[in-house]
């Protein structure tokens, strides 16, 4: 058991598997297809949130959608390209520590970012756009090129 003040990983790490795996079900991705190819979650999530009636979200709605969102950026890093959650310690927060996600990019560098800022920008620049989330955080971890776009 961890105190409160130490930052929960592995709790964190089960807890946005759950939340994304729930999310696919909700909107129509078996579970067992989403396993297999996060990828196969892009269309059924890119009409869910192209649905969703953003100038009518409360507070709670947008939290929901970024927890949402920060999942799947996430999960899907971790599928796809072997990413990992870890714990950035940040005094500028309340709670001392983010949880980021790590990767080594193509160039053989590790780079981190927090999927939660990838959202934040989303957020920024409507309407939502999943595949542009996903190549956002791919290419600030290095782990696609142009090349890729081009195959």
């Keep these: 058991m961890t105190k409160a003040s130490e930052p929960d990983l592995q709790g964190w790490i089960e807890e946005g598997?759950?939340?994304?795996?729930?999310?696919?079900?909700?909107?129509?991705?078996?579970?067992e297809v989403y396993s297999r190819?996060?990828?196969?979650?892009v269309p059924a999530l890119q009409d869910y949130v192209s649905r969703a009636p953003l100038?009518?979200?409360e507070q709670s709605d947008w939290i929901t959608l970024h927890s949402d969102l920060l999942s799947y950026i996430a999960d899907y890093l971790i599928q796809k390209h072997g990413a990992q959650w870890k714990v950035a310690h940040d005094a500028g927060t309340p709670r001392g520590y983010r949880f980021v996600i790590?990767?080594?990019?193509?160039?053989?560098?590790?780079?981190?970012?927090?999927?939660?800022?990838?959202v934040r920008k989303e957020f920024s620049s409507l309407p939502i756009e999943i595949t542009r989330m996903l190549a956002s955080?791919?290419?600030?971890?290095?782990?696609a090129s142009q090349v890729d776009d081009e195959e």
């Design 17 to 31: 598997r759950r939340n994304i795996i729930d999310v696919a079900d909700m909107i129509g991705v078996a579970p």
């Design 102 to 118: 790590e990767a080594t990019g193509r160039d053989g560098v590790t780079r981190r970012i927090d999927p939660a800022d990838v």
């Design 137 to 143: 955080a791919e290419l600030t971890l290095r782990l």
């Design 55 to 57: 100038g009518d979200f």
């Design 37 to 41: 190819d996060p990828l196969s979650l």
